[in-house]
């Protein structure tokens, strides 16, 4: 999963490149994303996973150019994003993004054939209705639903399910590049979520779209994501192939979460995080944002921000790094702690 | 999988707080009554979390809202028992359903922002249970709403903010809280962690069986997530088209991956680290 396709062409630079990306609303304090580096390579699923909160959303928005950085490089296919309110003409969106809410984000009143027709015109300007319908027809029939049966039906007629593939229909009709999915199964009936994701891994191996997708769940990302990014509180805490984050989170946030994923069965070598009291007080914006619900913090990690530390080889595909100051001491820190407690 | 947080039921506390016989519920249509839950047995014992599996339209919710008779028109419950220790839920007046509501069974709904007031301060909202009740019925020495948010891992003095000052999960435990605040002995709990994430989930329920283990509460648990229930129910009812068609535990639902074929497709749905290039 980790190794790169041999037989895809030659790709010069990554589909998406974040590079110091940082988004303040006017009124926060704590900047919703913080320096953020970021880059989706070819062919590849990255999973961005985070509490809410920890500004996942708002850094697929930034790709889409749903929202406008403030301060910050965000390219698609080496080309600066330019934010949706400032295109002055239609031209394909080389990022297209998948909602979460898929009862909102499809028109009710308009058959999903057309809906999709008008995705492809509108990157597409200058093709006929035809050729528009024909897309829609075959786009249709990828993900899963008979065109026929389909085309004509409008959302309401649809279950979850269905919607959401026809949002990913959607998407695709603008020829992306990468495809942003932002929680795209977390309102969906559960036997039918698995079925999306691995629409998601088809996109990736069968089109060559990479996908980010954006999910608090550390165990669905383990299935579909070839590299995993953990975010908290607007920063990158811990980054790496996918295997490598869910087999031996290193950041105590990464730890922490693994530990609250049933299924991975890391609670025990988890439990000094889970057992951690909450803190009282929230963090004021100083030092490591982990600090205050750290067992193991100290005096440093209160004052001053932990740097990227790589801690994978260098020059594997997604360079494994955490942010935290302990990180070297601290399968040792967790084993003491465990031993006292057993004592 | 283990459950380090929860000791094995005392002899004491096995007491069956909740019984489903044969319960009918329905929905009146135009031509008659469209069946949501069609002949459905559960027990809940005190000091037991037992879920209810299923997908949206199986009818466990129909079944969170039977149990304290919250269904709302054109639901109906059109058959079978219900019994709180022991008394008949559906012969209950409404003079008594009031009485029983809070004070033997309480409920915790999915979105706690709509389950709270938006406009009252959350203590005043705990306090306001336990006034109410008492101006009733009067009865004894009920907790402090400052020992219900700290039971519930709040700080009393938050107790004082508005509901939308409060986290998601924040607001939960509130709601838990106030659930909590005249003892009863079974609360059902309809997807109470379902707008979470995976972090704080775990710290709810964590916290939900700790507190059942102290004050031996039974609970209905409503919730789709098979991951999450098995981790902390002792038994779980898989609900499907308006019956239970397997009632299995944890542990043998981790050996056999379900009996039945569909409670088998559930947890072979799961997405799981690993499980694509498995398949």
């Known amino acids: 999963m980790t190794t790169v396709d041999i037989s895809s062409p030659a790709v010069a630079g990554p589909v998406v490149a974040l590079t110091d990306v940082t988004k303040r609303y006017r009124r926060g304090a704590i900047a919703a994303v913080s320096d953020v580096d970021l880059t989706v390579g070819a062919r590849r699923i990255v999973a961005l996973v985070g509490e809410s909160g920890s500004g996942k959303s708002t850094l697929g928005r930034m790709v889409v150019g749903l929202l406008d950085p403030t301060s910050g490089d965000v390219r698609v296919d080496a080309e600066p994003v330019v934010p949706v309110k400032r295109r002055r003409r239609a031209r394909p969106r080389r990022a297209q993004m998948v909602f979460q809410d898929v009862y909102g984000s499809l028109n009710p009143s308009q058959d999903i054939g057309r809906q999709i027709e008008e995705a492809f015109l509108s990157s597409h300007p200058g093709s006929s209705r035809a050729a528009a319908r024909a897309r829609a027809a075959a786009l249709l029939a990828r993900v899963g639903l008979d065109p026929d049966l389909y085309a004509a039906r409008r959302p309401d007629d649809l279950s979850g399910g269905q919607r959401q593939r026809v949002g990913i229909a959607r998407a695709l009709a603008g020829d992306p590049s990468v495809v942003i999915a932002d929680e795209p199964i977390s309102m969906l009936d559960v036997s039918i979520r698995r079925d999306v994701l691995d629409l998601l891994v088809g996109l990736r191996d069968d089109e060559g779209v990479s996908v980010l997708y954006i999910t608090h769940d550390l165990l669905s990302a383990g299935y579909v994501a070839d590299d995993i990014v953990v975010l908290f509180r607007g920063m990158v805490v811990e980054q790496g192939p996918a295997r490598e984050v869910l087999a031996r989170p290193r950041h105590p946030y990464s730890r922490l979460l693994a530990g609250s994923s049933p299924g991975l069965g890391q609670e025990e070598r988890a439990r000094v995080f889970l057992e951690a009291p909450r803190p009282r007080t929230p963090w004021n914006g100083e030092g490591c944002p982990f600090a205050p619900r750290c067992p193991f913090a100290q005096e440093l990690c209160r004052t001053a921000l932990p740097p990227l530390t790589v801690t994978g080889r260098a020059g594997d595909a997604a360079t494994a790094a955490a942010r935290c100051h302990r990180l070297e001491e601290l399968d040792a820190l967790v084993a003491t702690r465990e031993e006292e407690a057993d004592r | ?279």
């Open chain 2, 1 to 279: 999988m283990p459950r380090p947080d929860v000791s094995p039921a005392t002899p004491a506390a096995s007491a069956e707080v909740l019984r489903i016989d044969a319960l009918e519920v329905g929905y009146v249509v135009a031509d008659g009554v469209a069946p949501a839950v069609r002949g459905v047995d559960l027990t809940v014992r005190s000091g037991e979390l037992v879920a209810l599996a299923g997908e949206s339209g199986c009818g466990k919710s129909t079944i969170a809202q039977s149990v304290l008779r919250i269904l709302r028109p054109p639901g109906v419950i059109t058959g079978g028992r219900i019994l709180l220790e022991g008394e008949d839920v559906l012969a209950m007046s409404p003079a008594r359903l009031r009485r029983v509501r809070w004070a033997r069974a309480a409920i915790v709904m999915q979105n706690s922002l709509t389950a709270l007031d938006p406009v009252h301060r959350v203590g005043d909202q705990i306090d306001e249970v336990v006034r109410a009740h008492r101006r009733d019925h009067g009865g004894g020495r009920h907790r402090t709403t400052g020992e219900l948010l700290e039971m519930v891992g709040i700080d009393a003095r938050r107790g004082r903010d508005y509901p939308h000052e409060l986290s998601g999960g924040m607001r939960q435990r509130a709601a838990i809280a106030m659930a909590l605040a005249l003892s009863p002995s079974l609360i059902v709990m309809d997807e109470p962690t379902t707008a979470l994430d995976v972090v704080v989930q775990r710290e709810i329920l964590a916290m939900v069986t700790a507190l059942q283990h102290e004050l031996g509460f039974g609970v209905l648990l409503i919730s789709h997530d098979l991951p999450l229930l098995t981790r902390y129910a002792d038994r779980i009812a898989v609900m499907k088209d308006g019956l239970v068609v397997e009632e299995t535990t944890p542990a043998e639902l981790a050996v056999t991956g379900g009996v039945d074929s569909y409670t088998r497709r559930l947890v072979a749905s799961v997405p799981r680290p690993g499980t694509w290039e498995a398949a």
